[in-house]
């Protein structure tokens, strides 16, 4: 019979440590809340950081940037924040925030352009249907923004030709589907469309420009990874990425 000496339990036991991760156990999970308007490029980034990180999964939860901040606020689990406002990432109360990309404006027409939609005073036209998203999204806060500094008044041709329509994807649908001639969304939402509209730019854009922030989630015990997905963000990689969705890639 073969005997199992005392030095031999303990370089199993250092084997076996090495191999658990200190019987830490296993996998682990770097969660990221993320605005919406962030779901194909954070996909991406979501997958080259796994790549980059075996036994690291992440998981990414999208939504409304203020859903998001209040879920924060209340306790939801999460290791990362990137939102879409400065007022926003406030509220979540995260730390620190680094501005990663910015997002401007662009008017939505639909292929080809038949209202012959140019500027923003094109969109006070007679018989000219505009979608405008909800003042709760950022594009419904932007577009009013917008739209003051130019001095336009403009009548949303809403649900029901009622009212605003909730979001960015509502506007851009009554766009594609011929139900509005233009909607002022982001030029994010466009390049998103993939071809089913066109964006036209107009110079009062430049006033309202939203910022996109990242910032650890207090109490996350992660925080090395957070930051390494920060810098994953912020790298050549990162604006490559954020830069072929539309967005403007900040590293400043």
């Known amino acids: 019979m073969n005997h199992v000496t005392p030095a031999t339990c303990v370089a199993l036991a250092v084997v076996l440590l090495a191999v658990t991760g200190c019987g830490g156990g296993g996998r682990q999970t770097l969660t990221v809340f993320a605005d919406t308007s962030l779901t194909a490029t954070f996909g991406s980034l979501g997958k080259t950081f796994e790549a980059a990180h075996p036994g690291v999964a992440v998981r990414l939860d999208f939504g409304g940037s203020g859903a998001l901040a209040r879920r924060i606020v209340q306790g939801a689990p999460a290791d990362l924040f990137a939102a879409a406002g400065a007022a926003t990432m406030r509220a979540s109360g995260a730390p620190s925030p680094r501005v990663f990309a910015r997002d401007r404006l662009q008017i939505a ?10 500027n923003l005073k094109d969109l006070a036209a007679p018989g000219v249907r505009v979608a405008l998203c909800a003042e709760p999204a950022p594009c419904g806060a932007g577009a009013r923004a917008a ?3 130019a001095g336009v008044t403009v009548t949303p041709a809403g649900p029901d030709q009622n009212g605003p329509d909730q979001n960015a994807a509502g506007a851009l649908t009554k766009v594609r589907l011929g139900k509005a001639d233009a909607a002022l969304v982001y030029r994010t939402d466009v390049r998103a469309a993939a071809g089913a509209v066109e964006g036209v730019d107009f110079p009062e854009a430049a006033k309202v420009v939203e910022d996109y922030l990242v910032a650890t989630v207090p109490g996350t015990t992660r925080i090395a990874l957070t930051r390494e997905f920060v810098d994953l963000v912020l790298s050549d990689e990162g604006r490559r990425v954020l830069a072929a969705a539309g967005f403007t890639p900040v590293t400043g």
């Not at 027409?109 to 140019?118: E, F, L, M, Q, R």
């Open 109 to 118: 027409v639909p292929k080809g352009n038949p209202a012959h939609v140019a």
């Open 147 to 149: 739209l003051s500094a």
